[in-house]
């Protein structure tokens, strides 16, 4: 088990929309697709795995934004600030990637894998973290 905290906090950067997530994270990982590069104004995205249903909105229900790209699974993000704060297809999705960006206070955990290396920018360096690598979508 990821984490003894079975009870994590997020937010936005407006502060308008927080969440908690009820159980721990399954597995963490570094999304390096085109996809969450877009999203995220970085190299990705890196976030812990749950069951859907461990995440509940506490604050900012209507900021709540969900955006079904071509390609993946849908993202959720707010519509006041822009950050994002969940993929996997939120709130219809059997489970549900939580953005670690979003925690506070920052999650102790350290990344399993890192997945869709294939998509690594030419400005993007893996880190030299141990971690899984995966050309796709991990196992
Ligand atoms: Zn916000
Ligand atoms: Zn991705």
């Known amino acids: 088990m990821l984490g003894a905290v079975a009870e994590l906090t997020g937010s936005c950067l407006c502060g308008g929309i927080r969440f908690e997530v009820t159980k721990p ?3 963490i990982s570094a999304c390096h ?3 969450c590069k877009k ?4 190299g990705g995205t890196v976030s812990g795995r749950v069951p859907t249903g461990a995440i509940r909105i506490l604050a900012g229900d209507g900021l709540v934004r969900t955006f079904q790209p071509e390609e993946g699974s849908a993202k959720t993000f707010c519509s006041a600030c822009g950050s994002n704060l969940f993929g996997g297809g939120w709130p219809e ?3 549900t990637s ?6 506070e206070p920052p999650y102790e955990g350290r990344i399993g894998s890192h997945i869709f290396v294939r998509s690594l920018a030419p400005w993007e360096m893996l880190p030299d973290d141990g971690a899984e690598r995966y050309e796709v ?3």
């Open 25 to 27: 994270f399954e597995r």
């Open 33 to 35: 697709c085109e996809s």
């Open 39 to 42: 999203l995220s104004g970085g």
């Open 93 to 95: 999705s059997e489970h």
């Open 98 to 103: 939580v953005r670690l960006s979003t925690l």
């Open 137 to 139: 979508r991990g196992t």
